[in-house]
C-alpha cells in the first residue's frame, strides 16, 4: 500500500478483519518526517578501558536507501559514561 506524502502529526491505523474473523481496531499512531537513520554496529557489548572501539555505520536516506550524498560528511562520534565524564570524542568520514 502506498500512502504517499504525509505531513507530520497525529494519525490512526485502522485493521480490519473479515471471514473467519471478524473484527476492527485501531491504533494511534505519530508521523514525524526525518532525512536520514544511522545504524551504529560496534564489534562487542561491553568494552574495558583502553579496548580499541571497531564500528561500522550504515546511513540510509528517507527512501531507506544507502545515503551515498552523505559519503564526505564528518560522523562525529561522542562516548560518555554520563553527561559529565567523557571518554572519546572522534570524527570520522563515511567510507563507500
Known amino acids: 500500500m502506498i ?8 494519525y490512526k491505523l485502522v485493521v480490519r478483519g473479515s471471514g473467519g474473523m471478524d473484527f476492527i481496531t485501531d491504533y494511534p ?6 532525512s536520514y537513520s544511522v545504524f551504529i554496529q560496534t564489534d562487542r557489548q561491553v568494552y574495558q578501558p ?5 564500528f561500522r555505520t550504515i546511513v540510509l536516506n528517507s527512501q531507506l ?3 551515498a550524498e552523505v559519503r564526505n560528511e564528518p ?12 571518554i572519546a570524542e572522534r570524527k570520522v568520514y563515511f567510507v563507500v
Open 3 to 10: 500512502v504517499g506524502d504525509l505531513e507530520d502529526g497525529a
Open 29 to 34: 499512531m505519530e508521523f514525524i518526517d526525518k
Open 50 to 54: 583502553g579496548t580499541k572501539i571497531m
Open 65 to 67: 536507501k544507502p545515503a
Open 75 to 86: 560522523l562525529h562520534i561522542h562516548i560518555s559514561v554520563n553527561k559529565f565524564i567523557t
